[in-house]
């Protein structure tokens, strides 16, 4: 019996069929849980997406906000050789004539030899001399013209040397400079298979000459065919000579619109989103996955509150709750001030200074974290600038001139009939060509001064004569000190960072480079405060940002969601669990039933039988 299954043979009932009906009366809870977990997961999906789009309003937005990185001038040129570009948004204009473009200096040996095998150099030393005076010996071994190449190359010296076959069986060593300008001059000594090594281009620096007037007019020279910031914000390259090249740059807003018109349809997507995920089809009487999620109508409220306070050029509101961009307006407004469209867009502070301060607080740059307000500002040290010197009598001709910063080395030899501005100006055309930010110039008594271009420990340097200990260190190189919002602001230059700490001012950057000696002194540091406000791209940008970090609003709540979600199916489980159990009675029940009615018949024809078989016995009997 312990095998037997419901099959209502016995009862003439569909017993599986009722098991089946009752288990799916009993499994309406868990199927009404199911649908709410399909809900939770819907609405998490809808969370995640909307947090992806965000992100992408949180990029385009931050990216915008950094005004100091707008691109926003046209510039033209007179002249097809001459190249020019511009950044920032400031206009300008320059008249000039070329006189000189740059070369790389090149030397070619007077004859031509056999073969690359020949000995050209028997000594096998060669001794280079740059134009500063400083003196190399390079290694050539056996001499060749093979091996000279190879080690000129390898010397790593800014030279590349070839062997020119001129013909058939001739070969001529060329080698040039990698670099443009008069700096590029070199010698080569020890080259003893030829009769010289000839000047085949002269090292030379790109001139231009501003104006006509040869009482006035000026020569700007650098080392390579582009001049930067002659005109500041504006930059061009010259290829050939030539006479009154004009070079122009006009304020135009067109890149920053285009960056504007893809903001806006960006936001415009998430609040499109937030719309279908929130609507309720009338006629279908469904709803979408946040159909009356608070997060979802919080962040579509916030999006529309930030838009219409920030007053940004061309960006309005619509009545059907979405953005507009008229670059028309914007361009007008651009134009007629860039830096008030940029202070709408970007951040700005204004500068309440106390009533004894001459000088100004200004605004560097801030993050996702700075919040409006205004905070107090305390300057206890100004940044300055590193200062040695060489005095008059600590080098003669011959001498090595030494400017150190971190790894790099800069020297200058001083040259015969060199006075102090020489030495000043060799040195400092050496330090620019190395990337090094430090200039000289000499005094009214002969010391030669040198000086980090900008303020901070990060400039740091040192200079020598001849590796003798004989420069002295003026002014050490040091960072602001202070604080901001009454917390201690890291400073690196001129300006102080509160990086970490508490309030709405974490995150602000100020350049404090305004301020004098004296502002600092008269007030002991407590130069005043400044008000900070974003502009639209900057709240923009912040709100992405809180919005979709770890604990930002939609993270939350799709955590939330997701939570709900393994809640329910929690739940679900427990319900498979209970239905089987309650299938398993159900089907113990009926089996019993039909055991027993199985019984209950088998009894029931036995009894038959008996009765039958009574009644046949008394019939005989009565025959």
């Known amino acids: 019996m312990s095998n037997m299954t419901v099959s209502g043979a016995v009862s003439g009932l569909d017993t599986a069929t009722i098991i089946n009906q009752l288990v799916a009366l009993q499994g309406n809870q868990q199927t009404l849980l199911k649908q709410q977990q399909t809900t939770q997961q819907s609405a998490a999906d809808a969370l995640g997406k909307l947090a992806t789009a965000l992100g992408g309003v949180g990029s385009l937005a931050g990216a ?33 004539d070329v006189t000189s473009v740059a070369a790389a200096h090149a030397l070619i040996s007077s004859e031509a030899v056999g073969s690359t095998g020949d000995v050209v150099a028997g000594s096998g030393l060669l001794t280079l001399t740059t134009s500063d005076g400083a003196m190399t010996d390079i290694d050539v071994g056996g001499g060749t013209l093979g091996e000279v190449v190879k080690a000129i190359n390898a010397a790593g010296k800014g030279l590349v040397a070839t062997a020119v076959q001129t013909s058939p069986g001739q070969y001529r060593l060329q080698v040039a400079a990698t670099t443009t300008g008069d700096a590029s001059q070199f010698t080569l000594d020890g080259l003893d298979g030829f009769t010289s090594m000839d000047e085949l281009t002269k090292g030379s620096d790109a001139a231009i000459r501003i104006g006509s007037n040869p009482a006035t007019a000026y020569t700007i020279t650098s080392s390579t065919n582009t001049f930067s910031d002659v005109v500041k914000g504006l930059s061009f390259t010259v290829s050939k000579l030539e006479n009154a090249v004009t070079v122009r740059s006009a ?11 893809k903001l806006v349809d960006a936001v415009n997507a998430v609040l499109a989103q937030i719309s279908t995920a929130t609507a309720w089809n009338a006629t279908t009487k469904t709803g979408g996955p946040l159909l009356g999620d608070p997060t979802a109508r919080s962040l579509q409220q916030r999006l529309l509150n930030t838009v219409s306070t920030a007053g940004a050029a061309g960006v309005r509101l619509t009545r059907d709750g979405t953005l507009s961009f008229d670059q028309a307006a914007f361009l007008k407004a651009f134009s007629a001030d860039p830096d008030k469209v940029k202070a709408a867009f970007g951040a700005t502070t204004s500068f309440a200074a106390d009533p004894s301060v001459t000088g100004q607080v200004a605004f560097a740059s801030s993050t996702s974290q700075t919040q409006p307000g205004t905070y107090a500002v305390e300057v206890t040290a100004r940044g300055t600038r590193e200062q040695w010197s060489l005095g008059s009598g600590t080098f003669d001709v011959g001498s090595v001139v030494q400017l150190f910063q971190g790894d790099t080395t800069v020297t200058y030899t001083v040259q015969g009939g060199d006075g102090p501005d020489e ?28 000086t980090a271009s900008n303020s901070g420990s990060g400039g740091a340097f040192s200079v020598d004569v001849d590796d003798s200990g004989l420069g002295s260190q003026d002014v050490a190189g040091t960072d602001a000190e202070g604080t901001i919002d009454g917390q201690p602001a890291t400073g690196i230059g001129d300006v102080l960072s509160l990086r970490a700490g508490t309030g709405g001012a974490v995150g602000l950057s100020l350049d404090t480079s305004g301020l ?11 130069v005043g405060s400044v008000t900070y406000t974003p502009g639209l791209a900057r709240q923009l940008a912040t709100l992405a940002d809180q919005a979709t970090t ?5 993270t939350s709540a799709k955590q939330g969601r997701q939570t709900g979600v393994k809640d329910l199916q929690d739940q679900i489980d427990e319900w498979d669990r209970r239905l089987a159990a309650y299938r398993a009675t159900l089907t113990a029940q009926f089996t019993a039933m039909e055991t027993a009615l199985a019984s209950l018949k088998s009894q029931t024809s036995s009894i038959a039988s008996l009765v039958n078989s009574s009644s046949s016995s008394s019939s005989s009997s009565s025959s």
């Open 516 to 526: 004098t000696d004296d502002d600092i002194g008269l007030t002991g540091g407590a």
């Open 251 to 261: 304020v135009d807003g067109t890149a920053v619109a285009g960056q504007v018109s």
């Open 64 to 96: 915008l906000a950094k005004t100091s990185t707008w691109s926003a001038s046209a510039v033209t040129s007179t002249s097809t050789g001459v190249m020019a570009t511009a950044a920032g948004t400031t206009a300008g204009a320059l008249t000039f």
């Open 423 to 450: 030495v000043a100006a060799g040195i400092s055309r050496a330090a620019a060509a190395a990337g090094v930010a430090v200039t000289a110039g000499a005094d009214a008594d002969g010391n030669v001064i040198f």
């Open 550 to 554: 770890s604990t930002g609003m939609l």
